[in-house]
């Protein structure tokens, strides 16, 4: 077996939080654009035989929208969508997210590609998980500069959840919304308390022993690097080739 | 209808419309963008549908755009899309933020003749706090308190242009389940379609075809181009050439790298083409 | 999901339940409503979107109705409903009556998980003055004087029925150009669906299929019934029998009409096809 | 050539009201439910040969509408809809109409069908020619026991159009949005100002000779009873049956 790549250890992170017994059942999830890492982690779950139904965005052929890139909103905004990923140029230990840019708005320092579907999604799903692979502190800052979708809201403002968990490169985090802060569930190995801490530029709560994340087992491995590779290789061809080292026919 | 050349159809769009594209998950046309291009049109202000992608990063790179409405403009794989984050660096372009479903939402505010229509989520976002076209009213229906919503008003782009996998004689057009077009077809003034042929027979006897059509009613002009969506994927019909893009992204860094890219891939081609 | 009984279908829908159900036109399913009639559900209150016909005749002859949300009840051709005129005239049912595109703007609230949506047209009729439901508020975006315009609720069935041409393995139903049925489906909590048939394969993964499909994750309960539609047509397969509901149309003008009607059509049809 | 049926009369006066120079023009016409007379005049106008765009909502085979029943609202609400017909079980002078019932609301005298979507489409389409064969005092009324949509609107209230017009089995009606009223603009053969005034429940101006409506002309009927009997037996079997003799194939 080779070495884990860490996007296969995010990715067996995420599904471990999907399939997390304290949180609303994930009967239905949706992944949109650019979440190479929540697609594995969704067809991990569904490969291990939960009974889940995935709606990929970005999937050309069996698409599952027939009324367009609208569809996924709309699904969202009847409730029919349990959990959903985002993940954010810039973090805040509030759980806001800057998918828009640094700087002043609209990003005039280091533009970022914008929010996409953010503002509306991070409202309207019960359970979101917050993912990024670059544990800096110029990713996960005190203040994000510029807000495209805020992790709590104002007491009367219609929202159906927020954070449920933030996966990075270096460990998992937990948000608590009630505080509107993170604690630090579990560090990948190599990382401690202190090394999250110096890359980190926001605050968080650490409680008693943080623990490992755990290492995908073997099975999980041999999922991700088969039949699920398999499945991706259509929409997310690059990261196949680079996570799992599959090449495209030509 | 009858088709009318790829050039024609660019002819028909003039500066400063307002030009709604689909983004590369369903059905620019790439083709038209390069013809725009080429006709010089200049200080467009394109809607991406609800994002943008790689006709956008050309039009822009060519110097054809004077604003952006969109909720996010990127190359997929190949990364962030250079001649937008260029321009906006360089104040050459202005970019007015959204989110997907709130593009959605003001053009079926459109679709459907109404001045406005609200959306959920949004409050607290800086989207919102950058937009004084958007309101923020109680809602009249609240069980309790003030619940506050978003309303967002009707957009009716001039143009929106996309490629569909084919036209029939009676210049209905087939999008199969991308049926946004369909949507952005209704909200706009005028439809500019590019295909990549015209087939005999009427789409809406064919009780198969029918649900993926759009009524010839809501467009005004259509072109053959062959191949019209590449390097993006057309349904089942051929699929995305990530290496075009990512040797795009890679030379589309600098100015003079695009200016090259423009010259092969927008000039020299139809030239070619033309042959 | 694999495909029950007509009956196992009815018994799914309790008392009480609101139950939306496309006209004429557009792929009622009559073979659940006489398999409603036979399990002898009580007080529904019906929705027809937009307007009613043949299905919800029978159902309020056959005294499973309390109410009826719609735009019109009618036959058709064969002229006015009768059961509905009777049991409005004689106090038994309670009728809330909207205008066609009303129905369907308060689906499209639903479906789009907002609170209200705004239409035009509707200030000084009196179907506006009969529905305290509904709001007439100034227009936030008015260029200039108020501007009223009203505000309609979202609309939330807790079942929808209709009859599709088909199913596939996966449960997704087919409903071609007759795309209501999705944004009833959308909009409702439940989809009951009667088919003529189960097909191999998935609907999504035919680029001339998926548009005109319902993807399953909207359909709760799936039951072959061929000929569902009839009398109704149904798409390309069968065309309306007229002759059917004429005869429905005379018979129904009494009590004891319809009751010879209903014991001959919907409960000895059922007994001979279980022989 | 057989006799002129009433239907043929009708239809007749309709098409040449669509066809009205001064009127806006009729690019693209709906006909709802229940219209066999306007389909009936929309075919003429288009036989003709003039250049319309027919979008026929119970048309089964090759029907215009891929968004379902809800389309033919949004296409009026966008403005390409430029002319639509309406009846009523009542109209009055103020070209109110009312398609709902007698007596108290809902129509607990004579309940008809329902509104179906005129409480719309009468204010945003910009031309309705009205039409209701039966003309007698209990149809047209002085004031209408239910509105089911107004004629006229106050000052401020959106609206793009009213009636152009009013065809009956005895005459033709111009209606004047200014005034709120009908005129008299001309009277079938064998009717008269008089006959017209006492079958009619409201009252409505009379400026100089009233003309008689004109026959339809040979070719006009040759048209009716042969292409558009064809075109129109699919969706209104009975009525070709009635009006044309023509059977249905078993």
Known sequence: ?250 | MNPISLEALAAEVPDGAMLALPPDNSLPSVALAKALIRRGVRNLRLLGVPVSGFATDILIGAGCVTSVQTSAVSLGEAGFAPRFSAALRAGTIKVIDATCPAIHTMLQASEKGVPFMPLRGLIGSDILANRPDWKVVPNPFAQEGEDPIVLLPALNPDFVCFHAAMADEEGNVWVGRRRECATIAHASKRALVTVERVVPGNFLEDERLASGAINATYISGIAIAERGARPVALLDEYGFDGAYVSEYARMARSEEGFAAWCAREVFEQKAQAAE
């Open chain 1, 1 to 250: 077996m080779n070495e884990i790549k860490l996007e296969e250890r995010i990715a067996v992170a995420l599904a471990k939080l999907i399939l997390d017994p304290s949180a609303p059942p994930a009967r239905h999830i949706a992944v949109g654009a650019a979440s190479p890492m929540p697609a594995a982690a969704c067809w991990l779950v569904k490969k291990q035989g939960n009974p889940v139904r995935l709606s990929l965005l970005h999937k050309r052929s069996g698409n599952p929208f027939t009324e367009g890139t609208r569809e996924l909103f709309d699904l969202t905004g009847q409730g029919r969508i349990d959990l959903f990923f985002l993940g954010g140029g810039q973090i805040d230990g509030s759980a806001n997210l800057n998918l828009v840019g640094t700087g002043e708005w609209p990003g005039m320092g280091v533009r970022f590609p914008g929010s996409f579907g953010s503002a509306f999604m991070y409202f309207m799903t019960p359970r979101t998980i917050l993912f990024r692979e670059e544990h800096t502190p110029r990713v996960f800052v005190e203040k994000v500069d510029n807000i495209s979708a805020p992790g709590v809201s104002a007491p009367g403002v219609f929202r159906r959840g927020t954070a449920q968990a933030l996966v990075t490169g270096r460990c998992v985090f937990r948000f608590h919304p009630e505080r509107a802060r993170f604690s630090l569930e579990s560090v990948h190995p190599g990382e401690t308390v202190e090394s999250v801490r110096e890359a980190t530029g926001f605050t968080f709560d650490v409680t008693g022993d943080v623990p490992f994340t755990p290492d995908p087992t073997a099975e999980e491995l041999a999922l991700l690097r088969g039949p699920i590779c398999d499945e991706m290789m259509e929409t997310y061809p690059e990261f196949c080739a680079r996570v799992f080292g599959r090449k495209q026919a030509a």
